[in-house]
């Protein structure tokens, strides 16, 4: 019997279909051996040597992993293909007694039987260059998290957190804010001319004068150009007919696919991530069983294998024909920065369409697979063909130009339309036949004003893709990244919009201060760089983190000796401490604000703080028919709770209408835009 060792629980079933007897899978549940919690655990004096431990809540489970590799004929380690799954690896090696150097490393992109099949056939030994790029990122973050925390917890609010990349994130954040703060509108016209020929309406717009290209800024500049249009022929001076080409987009990485579930799907990073999971390790699909659907879903290249390329392009000829397919098969261009550990974002088999596994799946994970598919799918196809005609049209001096497009052959665009945002969309119509000296027929001409807009705030897929360019990050770590900023009250959403939060502009303006030599964009990427060196087996990991040590120690030590703190002072306030009757502070900490009593710490009494808007009341309490108020907890939760909070126990997470239920009397409660009981199943109409 062989052992083979996994990381997900998810992927047993999967695995074990294609493995068949002879072979038992063991699931770790991640990581069992790790850096403890509850210590620094990195002996700076001693090369920077980590302490590693058996994680505490792993203990049954490292015991059972021991006893069947010790009844096993071979150890096989399938831990994912990365840097991370590489270290865990390690770690199982060591906890085992393996020789990382002997061939127990197994490794496949995508859990299919051929793929699988073929990992057994080429095991190898573990990868301590990837091990080592991977601990020296371990270190690294240790030292950001236990040294720097501390002091912004210090001067900034108790029991605050700093990150090597999470804090650069958040200053992307911050400073995208700023710049819209101090954005100033700038005011332009736009002058469009209304046309039809044949009974075909088309658009021109202004465009120049004089051969010149025009601004017009203001009212007054506006109606002196319409006083020369509004009384001028348009005739026409130039038709320009060419044709142009659309390229397939790549196939997704981590990055774009996060992008597209966003702006295509409106699914968050959390639930994007949490889909792929399940995409990549295994779903129950009807007459199938568990199968994987999609391959490895963190990596930054767009490579493909030849297999796959070929399997799609069969695909393509024989459902759309030879016409959609291209002269030579398309290849993408990996970015410079780039892993290009794996292949891109696929799906394994063209011929599990989304269709065919759409009652099996559920709705998020239907649309993520159809999503990954249809890109995949267009990404092998021929080119979008458009015929163009550009019209320039000349009114006393002043020159228009119409646009109008044709598709003559969809090509990729017949299975997938790329996202362009609503700012970004042209308006671009069919034009009649117009001829060069050509009268154009005007039915109006109408001015608009305008302003330049500000940057628009990030999103969390737009957040990770400006940490991708930047390189910043890498894709097995955008998610946790982005995720932390909202998690710790750093950043908070508007819509889908990121809005940094008083505490996480408080502390980006701290670490500008004392530590933007390290907290920035040019040396974040520089050290992922680096990490890349060691991977490659260019730099010893103990080197790079010692260089990263040797400029960060000063700033540690320059900022906890100054006296410069960003700590909000206590405020006193008329409200009295229900417990021993002093007066209330407010304070300020990690979820926002809150009172605390000024009789600590003999008295430890906490209370939510209310806003003036917190205290508008939202219904009428069901129980006393007192004003039901909504409330913060500690971590930030809002919750409903009546105004008599002694003599009446009325609490819900959910607004309460005020209304009973027709059906059995318990209170209404409001879900989105629907009114439901919250006991029975009754919903208003």
Not at 627 to 653: I, Q
Request: net charge positive.
């Amino acid at each position: 019997m062989k052992l083979v060792v996994i990381e997900a629980p998810a992927k047993r079933e999967t695995l074990k279909k294609y493995l068949g007897n002879g072979y038992e899978v063991f699931a770790t549940k991640g990581h069992i051996r790790d850096l403890p919690v509850k210590s620094f655990a990195i002996d700076i004096n001693n090369n920077f040597e980590p302490h590693y431990e058996n994680k505490p809540d792993k203990k049954e489970l490292i015991s059972e992993l021991k006893r069947k590799a010790e009844k096993a004929d071979d150890v096989l380690i399938a831990t994912d293909p990365d840097r991370e799954g590489e270290a865990i690896s390690w770690h199982i090696a060591h906890v085992l007694g393996l020789d990382p150097n002997t061939k127990c490393r197994i490794q496949f992109n995508e859990i299919s039987k051929n793929a699988v099949l073929k990992a057994l056939d080429n095991p190898r030994a573990i990868d301590l260059n990837l091990v080592n790029a991977q601990q020296a990122r371990r270190v690294m973050d240790r030292i950001v998290g236990y040294k720097l925390s501390p002091i912004i917890s210090k001067k900034v609010a108790p029991k605050l957190s700093a990150g090597r990349v999470q804090s650069v994130a958040l200053k992307l954040v911050v400073d995208r804010e700023k710049e819209i703060e101090n954005f100033k509108p700038e005011e332009y016209w736009t002058v469009t001319a209304f046309h039809e020929k044949n009974k075909i309406p088309f658009k021109s717009t202004l465009q120049t004068y004089k051969s010149k290209k025009i601004k017009l800024a203001n009212k007054e500049e506006v109606e002196k150009a319409l006083s020369t249009i509004k009384s001028s022929q348009f005739v026409v001076e130039n038709v320009k007919k060419s044709n142009t080409k659309s390229h397939a987009p790549a196939p997704f990485t981590t990055s774009t696919m996060q992008q597209d579930a966003l702006n295509k799907l409106g699914m968050s990073l959390k639930k994007t991530t949490a889909s792929a999971q399940e995409l990549y390790e295994g779903v129950e699909v009807k007459g199938e069983g568990k199968i994987a659907l999609i391959t490895y879903i963190r990596t930054d290249s767009t490579r493909v294998s030849e297999d796959a390329q070929k399997a799609c392009l069969n695909f393509i000829e024989n459902k759309f024909g030879k016409n959609y397919l291209p002269s030579k098969p398309n290849i993408y261009a990996t970015k410079k920065n780039a892993q290009d550990a794996h292949e891109a974002i696929r799906p394994i088999s063209m011929q599990i369409t989304p269709e065919m596994v759409q009652d099996s799946l559920t709705k998020d994970n239907y649309r993520l697979y159809k999503l990954i598919y249809e890109r995949f799918l267009a990404s092998q196809m021929n080119e979008a063909e458009y015929s163009n005609v550009t019209v320039s049209i000349d009114a006393g001096g002043y020159g228009f130009k119409a646009t109008g497009r044709t598709l003559e052959f969809p090509g990729y665009t017949a299975v997938y339309k790329e996202f362009v945002d609503d700012d970004k969309k042209q308006e671009i119509s069919k034009l009649p036949k117009i001829e060069e000296k050509e009268i154009l027929e005007v039915k109006d001409v109408k001015e608009e004003q305008k302003f330049t807009k500000p940057p628009v705030r990030y999103t969390e897929a737009s957040l990770v893709k400006a940490m991708e360019e930047k390189g910043i990050g890498r894709p097995a770590t955008y998610a946790a990244t982005v995720t932390i900023l909202t998690a710790r009250n750093y950043a908070e959403k508007d819509g889908k919009y990121l809005v940094p939060t008083e505490l996480g502009r408080k502390i980006t303006e701290y670490l500008e201060k004392f530590f933007s030599g390290v907290i920035n964009v040019k040396f974040t990427a520089h050290m992922e760089n680096r990490l890349d060196d060691i991977a490659e087996n260019k730099d010893d990991w103990h080197d790079v983190v010692n260089s990263f040590w040797s400029g960060f120690k000063g700033l540690l030590e320059k900022a906890d000796s100054s006296s410069i703190s960003m700590k909000s002072e206590p405020i006193e306030t008329d409200i009295i401490c229900d417990k021993c009757g002093h007066k209330m502070l407010l304070r300020e900490g990690r979820f926002g604000k809150f009172l605390g009593c000024s009789n600590f710490p003999k008295c430890r009494n906490i209370m939510p703080y209310q806003t003036t808007d917190a205290k508008k009341p939202v219904s009428k309490c069901p129980e006393c028919g007192k004003n039901v108020y909504a409330v913060k907890t500690k971590k930030g939760k809002t919750f409903y709770a009546c105004e008599d909070r002694e003599g009446c126990n009325f609490m819900s997470w959910d607004i309460p209408t005020g209304e009973k239920c027709p059906e059995c009397g318990k209170y209404m409660i409001r879900k989105g835009k629907r009114e439901k009981c919250s006991s029975c199943k009754y919903v208003k109409a």
